[in-house]
């Protein structure tokens, strides 16, 4: 079955960087598909922070994200990272990655996706 096991979540004083990582592994379904970060706080909406295609060439970010983080994926396609630059303390969240076929533009609603992580802890 389809896996994505992030990692590099941790606590970092504002104005620092995280990088995090994910690893997808067991989807064999589409050539065509998007991977995202989504974050959610307790008791708060899931947010959309950052979303790529297949390819990695065609990045998409959310508001809190542009600027601050990056997106992409290495060759292989096994992994995601979102480089995430000036933290603050709004950044603070459970960090998803998550996924879903897509054959058109990605897009970073959290809604959309099909697969998830367990997640990982941002602290700023």
């Known amino acids: 079955h389809v896996q994505l096991v992030e990692s590099g979540g941790g606590t970092v004083q504002a104005g620092g960087s995280l990088r995090l990582s994910c690893v997808v592994s067991e989807y064999t379904y589409s050539a065509y598909y998007c991977v995202g970060w989504v974050r959610q706080v307790p008791g708060k909406k899931r947010e959309g922070v950052a979303s790529?295609?297949?390819?990695?060439?065609?990045?998409v970010y959310g508001d809190p994200a542009k600027g601050r983080f990056t997106i992409s994926r290495d060759n292989a396609k096994t992994a995601v990272y979102l480089q995430m630059d000036n933290l603050r303390p709004e950044d603070t969240a459970m960090y998803y990655c998550?996924?879903?076929?897509?054959?058109?533009?990605?897009?970073?609603?959290?809604?959309?996706?099909?697969?998830w992580g367990q997640g990982t802890q941002v602290t700023v």
């Open positions: 790529i295609n297949a390819d990695g060439d065609r990045p």
């Open positions: 998550a996924l879903r076929p897509a054959y058109g533009p990605c897009s970073v609603d959290a809604g959309l996706y099909t697969y």
